[in-house]
């Protein structure tokens, strides 16, 4: 477990990025619990205080198979939701989960430069907007995700 560190992640930043921006704030520190499985490291948000409650994130890099030409990159984000407090109990339990999954298939012939082309990618279709430091409102792109996560908005 010596090469997990803790993670810093953001509720914080705006779904509009700039390619101009100097720091991004996090307000979320995933700190390593270690192992769970083979190959499957996890890492906690602990900062909530409520176990069931607790946010959770798991990588996991499966290796090509002997006769395979793919590496399957997998991560997962959990955002649990508390009921609420009931009166006269300290109790609480788990409403529901928010979960995102998202997995890589990544070819084992591609570049590197290939790959951070399509990270790239997949990190603009996460994002409603991207402008250009230039403010051009021309160069300006939209991203069907976004709406659709968060107003349930179908692509059509």
Do not use: C, H
């Amino acid at each position: 477990m010596a090469n997990l560190v803790p993670i810093s992640l953001s509720t914080l930043i705006s779904p509009s990025l700039r390619t101009t921006s100097d720091t991004i704030g996090v307000n979320r520190e995933f700190r390593p619990v270690g192992f769970t499985q083979p190959g499957i490291a996890k890492w906690v948000d602990r900062s909530g205080g409520i176990q069931a409650g607790y946010p959770t994130l798991t990588l996991s890099v499966r290796q090509p198979t002997k006769d395979g030409q793919v590496t399957r990159t997998t991560v997962k984000l959990v955002s649990p939701t508390l009921e609420p407090e009931s009166a006269g109990t300290s109790l609480r339990t788990k409403a529901y989960d928010l979960i995102a999954n998202i997995e890589f298939v990544i070819n084992n012939r591609s570049s590197r430069a290939e790959r951070e082309a399509f990270l790239s990618q997949v990190i603009s279709l996460l994002a409603v907007t991207i402008t250009a430091s230039d403010d051009d409102p021309l160069n300006l792109t939209e991203s069907p995700v976004v709406p659709a996560v968060l107003d349930y908005e179908a692509p059509y």
